[in-house]
């Protein structure tokens, strides 16, 4: 338990420390000035980074509806998409005969890295990892609660 809330202050320290100055810097557009938005990210043929948008249903089926996943610190699980959603029921056994079981939501999907964000409300964790569609698999994923260097990944 002290591990976890101790990674759970790290990881909030991180992303504090990853925001950006200039984001956090007063608007100096002068009153009155029209502020031009910016283009639309639907518009960027690579796709918004970020979201799912831009991303056809066919697209996401591609990603299967069952992953076999294997996680650090001996757990590996069975992920099975509720039909028509983005939304995983997922069931782990460990090697020492624990089980587990949670639902996990794919958040976004980033065409130009294919990087895929995965989000686990029950433990506010998120889950990262690289799609490879020709060898149907996730791969270099990382886990918000995980050790330094622990990995997982998944065939589906």
């Known amino acids: 338990m002290r591990a976890r809330v101790m990674i ?11 925001v950006s100055p200039a984001a956090a810097q007063d608007d100096k557009t ?14 960027d043929p690579k796709g918004p980074v970020g979201s ?12 299967g509806s069952v992953w076999q996943v294997q996680e650090c610190c001996g757990w590996s699980g069975t992920w099975t998409r ?3 959603t983005n939304t995983f029921d997922a069931r782990w056994r460990h090697t020492n005969g624990s089980q587990a079981q949670d639902v996990i ?8 890295t294919n990087e895929v964000v995965l989000v686990r409300p029950s433990i ?8 490879n569609p020709s060898a149907r698999t996730l791969t270099n994923g990382k886990a918000s609660w995980y050790p330094a260097g622990e ?3 998944a065939r589906y």
């Open 151 to 153: 990995k997982w990944s």
């Open 8 to 18: 759970s202050v790290l990881t909030a320290v991180m992303i504090l420390l990853s």
């Open 82 to 84: 509720r039909a028509g």
């Open 52 to 63: 799912l948008t831009g991303r056809t249903a066919s697209d996401l089926m591609t990603l």
């Open 30 to 43: 002068p009153i009155g000035t029209r502020r031009i938005p910016a283009a639309n990210p639907a518009d």
């Open 105 to 112: 939501t794919l958040q976004s999907w980033n065409r130009a």
């Open 124 to 131: 506010n964790g998120t889950y990262r990892a690289t799609v």
